[in-house]
């Protein structure tokens, strides 16, 4: 099932947060397939009882094979407060990743440039910048090593095309699951092991702040890794 109401996070009158799992879009594609966007707005409609179209904005997306918060604008002006927020860079957001290498420094920042392939849609770090590159900002820090993986939380400071999975796999460090980026292995339901676990922003109408964490995904390896 791609979304239940269980995997609702926080709701009201002008915003709603899910869990997103793994292998939905956030946002309709080329493949046509039905979106986390589409289940939402038809959750919206039958619980609120609306006649016609329902306006559901999408304030931002995380890969189709990530898990993870996700952030809905029930209202256009919640989305135009809300895109605000992310542009003036005002969102915390916090990852996890499980990567198949131990070998890891306990934290890094990585600072490449960046560059997304369309045909292949897959992106490559380049060490300094070439035409059509972006700047790309992550930090991580280690949480816990088991036997074969590490779990790292992953800040990104610029939101580009698999920042994350590409900077990472650039210094050796390959998210689980991840055969575009170097895994050797697939994870048997197609997922990667990579999990938007925190998100904190401002209410678009009340200001208050708001902190939201997505439950980690219930298959191993996460279960072997206890994080609050």
């Not at 919206?44 to 006649?51: A, C, L, R, V």
Request: proline residues 4%.
């Amino acid at each position: 099932m791609s979304f239940n109401q269980k995997d609702i996070l926080f709701e009201d009158n002008h915003v709603i947060v899910v869990n997103k799992m793994s292998g939905v879009l956030v946002q309709k594609d080329k493949t046509g397939d039905k979106s986390l966007s589409d289940h939402i707005k038809s959750y919206i409609k039958i619980k609120n009882k609306k006649p016609g179209n329902v306006f559901l904005g999408v304030v931002h997306r995380i890969d189709r094979p990530t898990s993870g918060v996700i952030v809905f604008a029930k209202t256009s002006k919640a989305l135009s407060r809300l895109n605000k927020q992310f542009v003036d860079r005002k969102v915390n957001k916090k990852y996890l990743a499980i990567t198949n290498n131990t070998n890891c420094l306990n934290s890094n920042k990585l600072e490449n440039w960046i560059i997304k392939n369309t045909k292949q849609n897959k992106s490559y770090i380049h060490s300094s910048p070439i035409p059509g590159s972006k700047i790309a900002i992550l930090r991580y820090s280690l949480v816990k090593k088991l036997k074969n993986y590490s779990l790292l939380e992953v800040i990104i400071e610029t939101g580009r095309h698999h920042q994350i999975r590409a900077q990472l796999s650039n210094i050796g460090l390959t998210i689980k699951g991840d055969l575009k980026y170097g895994s050797k292995r697939s994870n048997k339901d197609g997922s990667i092991d990579l999990h938007a676990y925190k998100i904190i922003f401002n209410h678009p109408v009340t200001k208050n702040k708001i902190e939201i964490k997505a439950p980690f995904p219930k298959r191993q390896p996460w279960s072997s890794f206890l994080v609050d």
